[in-house]
């Protein structure tokens, strides 16, 4: 696999150009775009950017944080605090992104998009205000899991880190989450699966293809 070095200023605006140009494939009005990886790459950081540069074109972005759509304590450590497995396949509320993010943006929806719906700090709904996205707005939604679950995602970008970088910069309480990482990347294979791969192993330099 090829990849090219670039700033993180030049790959913004590369995925800014791309985005500012891009239809919804379903044929609604919003664009989604996912922006994978743990939560030791800065997928929030890059959701943020892009969202900058998409006002400049002239797109209106909003920028939904998967974290925001954690399950509730009593679901997420069913099977105690460090599983895995569960961390993988049940945190996530998928069914609530689904209806309150997804759902709207369908062809012929609303585009009256919740964002976020769990604090997990406080383990009650946020009560946020739903956020209406115009036409020819852009979902970015960041975090980690999002490829594989079958999301309607118009371009996805994966930021990958080696094994050893994400073990370092895993802080060592959460080191129990590695090996569900592990095994997102052999069911899913996000590196081969996104449309723009981004190696994030040096946070001055990254490389993408």
Do not use: C, N
Not at 77 to 106: C, I, K, Q
């Amino acid at each position: 696999m090829r990849l090219e070095p670039i700033t993180w200023e030049r790959l913004t605006d590369a995925l800014a150009d791309r985005v500012a140009g891009l239809e919804a494939a379903d044929g609604g009005a919003w664009p989604r775009i996912a922006v994978d990886g743990a939560p030791a790459a800065p997928t929030a950081d890059l959701a943020h950017r892009l969202a900058d540069a998409l006002r400049v074109r002239g797109r209106h972005p909003l920028v939904v944080s998967a974290h925001g759509f954690l399950r509730p304590a009593s679901l997420r450590f069913e099977y105690g605090h460090r599983d895995a497995d569960s961390y993988y396949d049940g945190w996530f509320d998928t069914g609530a992104l689904w209806r309150e993010v997804f759902g709207p943006l369908d062809p012929g929806g609303s585009g009256r998009v919740l964002p976020d719906l769990w604090d997990a700090a406080t383990d009650r709904a946020t009560r946020s205000a739903y956020a209406q996205l115009p036409p020819g707005g852009v979902l970015l939604l960041h975090g980690p899991f999002l490829l594989g679950k079958w999301f309607p995602f118009d371009l996805s970008v994966h930021l990958a880190l080696t094994p050893a970088t994400l073990r370092r910069r895993t802080p060592p309480d959460e080191q129990w989450t590695l090996p569900a990482f592990a095994r997102y990347a052999d069911e899913v294979d996000p590196a081969a699966t996104a449309d723009v791969l981004v190696r994030a192993d040096d946070p001055r330099r990254p490389a993408w293809r």
